[in-house]
């Protein structure tokens, strides 16, 4: 009889070679081909209406940069006030429905994928099988991972080209790429923003077991962390400056606005402000600016980018760590 | 070698001990059914054989000595889990292509073979498969695997009588082709006494019989004779459990072999695989254990119909 409790190095040998990551994905593909199929098909749907109403915006949009080139002058003002009229709520309103693609990749693809199998017992096959638990996990994981952060690069890339007409280096543009919403839909945030809601959602899913409350915690925790980034962390990324003219660079990210009177004391008073902007020169008064400069835009992308992803790959360490230990 | 071997096993879940200061070997070669009352850590230990679970305490060794849930103990069982869990909207030819792709060694051919024999159509979801066959292709998927141990837990619970004995006659038609060994829990006594060679009666989280089943029925028979003398019988004999049917009394005793003498005026009769599983069940303080038998000398209860 062998004795136990001893380790035995002559027995490393005996490891069989790990089965291929080739298969592990085809095994990953298969499981989730229904939902892929689903999430395509409701991307698809987005990305089609996006291209749509992006190519009457900017038809529309065209016609009235046309004319402000042309006839520089009150009419053009007109005719952009009208553009934004009847474009700029469709827009803004794309943009929130937007922001849910993480929040639903976080519930309807990181949430179920663990908490399915640990609910149903499936994970009395999955893990007994020969490849084991680490392996076959991270399979599953990484597949609509990566698919989806791409998809969400590639809506974000879309987004950027559908919005344009706002953003636009134009005299009274609608929106700054830098402000909160559009911020986090541009550049590498948004991609950034899947995969964490995407990894929150699995380790909502393999700490909680069961689908629909992992899907639920996955929304809040995501959206709460969407909630404090936007109110809270982002403008800390770099100090912000502060200016006493009134004048920010073109697109800022103002933060706070207020005046100071000749005691150097804040105006709170709402009607004095009026009457300080009616009146002309006002001595004495000084208006206060802090904002973030528009060309901060690329570094704060790279902070948020960098960061989300540090989270994410943790998130899912975490979620690995778990599925290894957890035990029947 | 032993295909199971646990030390000072213990499994706690919560501050309940499902498993206390467990020591077993099972030895290779063998179809070991695992025999209990509900409760009696029998997943428990099935879910520390496979990996499923860690010890809180002691070890778990199997195929001769690889830790439970290392990549080559994974890599040599098959476990089908209590009620066969599938992937229910995978078709049977997807589950044995996933099976496949998650593990070293399939058998393909093998696999396809047996779901035609059994009639299981490769198109159908899992899920939309009769209990039966979602059981029989969840042993397929097992055995496809070629594993050198096969553990089956509670695989007949849900079967009607049929489909029990189709499933264990593949079992055993496996066992017999590979040299495979297989562990088994169960509550169906009358399938045991075809298909176990070898038998572990737990009870209360801790090994109350185990020896191999020739043996153990070698080992006892019922005696009957006049109730009368059946407290005297029993002082002289180890008794394991005494039933008593108006002026007769059963006594099923361990005896050194058929050889020993039967006391004037009583009756020896071989008992049954069932009969000593029951009469152990019944006798949570009884023992029988290879080797030096740890013999309780509590007073049997007796039981009056």
Aim: hydrophobic share 50%.
């Amino acid at each position: 009889m062998i004795t136990l409790n001893t380790p035995a190095p002559a027995r490393r040998d005996t490891t069989p070679p790990p089965v291929p990551w080739r298969r592990l994905t085809w095994v990953s593909w298969r499981q989730y081909r229904m939902s892929a199929a689903g999430a395509a098909a409701f991307l698809g749907v987005l990305a089609l209406y996006l291209l749509i109403m992006g190519l009457r915006i900017r038809g529309a949009y065209a016609a009235v940069a046309d004319c402000s080139l042309s006839a520089p002058g009150k009419r053009c003002v007109g005719a952009f006030l009208l553009f934004d009229n009847d474009y700029f709520l469709i827009a803004e309103t794309s943009a929130a429905v937007l922001l849910a693609v993480p929040a639903l990749a976080g519930v309807f693809a990181g949430a179920p994928i663990l908490a399915r199998e640990l609910d149903s017992g499936t994970f009395r096959f999955a893990w007994t099988q020969g490849a084991g638990r680490t392996r076959p996990t991270l399979a599953r994981l990484a597949l609509p991972a990566l698919t989806l952060t791409a998809a969400a690069a590639a809506f974000s890339q879309l987004f950027g080209w559908f919005f344009y007409p706002f953003f636009a280096g134009r005299e009274f543009a609608q929106a700054s790429a830098f402000a909160p919403i559009y911020f986090t839909l541009t550049g590498i945030a948004f991609a950034a923003w899947t995969l964490t809601a995407f990894a929150i959602g699995a380790l909502a899913g393999v700490l909680i077991r069961r689908a629909v409350p992992a899907m639920a915690a996955a929304l809040a925790a995501w959206s709460g962390l969407l909630l404090a980034t936007l109110l809270f962390l982002r403008r800390h990324y770099e100090a912000p400056l502060t200016t006493r003219t009134g004048q920010t660079s073109p697109s800022s990210w103002v933060i706070s606005n207020w005046w100071t009177g000749p005691n150097g004391h804040r105006v709170t008073s709402e009607n004095q402000i009026i009457a300080i902007l009616n009146g002309g020169p006002h001595p004495g008064y000084t208006q206060w600016t802090i904002y973030q400069p528009a060309t901060r835009y690329w570094h704060f992308q790279l902070i948020e980018g960098g960061w989300l992803l540090a989270l994410s790959l943790l998130l899912i360490a975490a979620t690995i760590w778990m599925v290894r230990r957890r035990a029947a | 070698m032993n295909v199971i071997e646990t030390s000072g096993l213990g499994k706690r879940y919560g501050s309940t001990w499902a498993l206390r200061n467990f020591t077993v070997a099972v030895p290779a070669g063998h179809v070991a059914a695992l025999v209990g009352p509900n409760g009696a850590g029998k997943t428990t230990l099935l879910n520390l054989a496979v990996g499923l679970a860690r010890p809180t305490a002691g070890a778990v060794n199997v195929l001769g000595g690889e830790p439970a849930g290392s990549p080559a103990a994974l890599d040599g069982i098959a476990f089908v889990a209590q009620d066969a869990p599938l992937y229910k909207n995978l078709p049977a030819a997807d589950m044995l292509q996933l099976t496949g792709n998650l593990n070293r060694r399939f058998d393909h051919g093998y696999a396809q073979e047996r779901l035609a024999e059994l009639g299981i159509p490769l198109k159908r979801r899992a899920g939309k498969l009769s209990g039966g066959q979602q059981a029989q292709l969840a042993l397929t998927l097992a055995l496809a695997r070629r594993p050198r141990l096969l553990v089956l837990d509670e695989p007949l619970a849900n079967l009607d009588p049929l489909a029990r004995h189709d499933f264990m006659g593949m079992v055993l038609a496996a066992a017999a082709e590979d040299g495979m060994s297989v562990v088994l829990s169960s509550h169906v006594l009358a399938e045991l006494e075809r298909v176990a060679d070898y038998l572990i009666l737990v009870s209360g989280g801790r090994v109350q019989v185990a020896g191999e089943v020739d043996e153990l029925l070698a080992r006892h028979r019922v005696l009957t004779g006049p109730a009368a003398e059946a407290g005297r019988i029993a002082q002289r004999l180890s008794v394991v459990h005494a039933r008593r049917a108006e002026a007769q009394a059963h006594l099923l005793v361990r005896t050194g072999g058929p050889g020993d003498p039967v006391p004037p005026g009583w009756e020896a009769h071989p008992v049954s695989v069932e009969e000593l599983v029951l009469a152990y069940l019944r006798e949570p303080g009884a023992a029988a254990l290879p080797g030096p038998a740890r013999t309780q000398k509590a007073e049997p209860t007796e039981v009056s119909r």
